[in-house]
Nanobody, 119 residues
Framework: QVQLVESGGGLVQPGGSLRLSCAAS????????MGWYRQAAEKQRELVTG???????KYGDFVKGRFTISRDNGKNTATLQMNRLKPEDTCFYYC?????????????WGQGTQVTVSS
């Protein structure tokens, strides 16, 4: 099993930045894929970004260069740096992970952290 703990959500003004962190713990295999999904009220969950152990990454179309995911394989952490935030980025953000190579299909999920972009 993989346990994921997110941190770093909160309230930020439009145009501002936030950094989300995710710490993963596992007592079995090494984690390969890690990523972030988000979900706004009454909307479907959508992929924000995914990154593999080898460093391949993928971003949702709406990111448009504003977000960057980084990863520390030794510490099993993934960090999402979000810049130029917009009100429409207001969502619950979920960290996710997988034992296998993937950029969007994950079997383990964190509890999520709220990001609110508002003036």
């Amino acid at each position: 099993q993989v346990q994921l703990v997110e941190s770093g959500g909160g309230l930020v003004q439009p145009g501002g930045s936030l950094r989300l962190s995710c710490a993963a713990s596992t007592n079995r295999f090494a984690i390969n894929g890690m990523g972030w999904y988000r979900q706004a009220a009454e909307k479907q969950r959508e992929l924000v970004t995914g990154v593999t152990r080898g460093g391949n990454s993928k971003y949702g179309d709406f990111v448009k260069g504003r977000f960057t995911i980084s990863r520390d394989n030794g510490k099993n952490t993934a960090t999402l740096q979000m810049n130029r935030l917009k009100p429409e980025d207001t969502c619950f953000y979920y960290c996710c992970a997988s034992y296998v190579y993937t950029l969007r299909e994950y079997g383990f999920w964190g509890q999520g952290t709220q990001v609110t972009v508002s003036s």
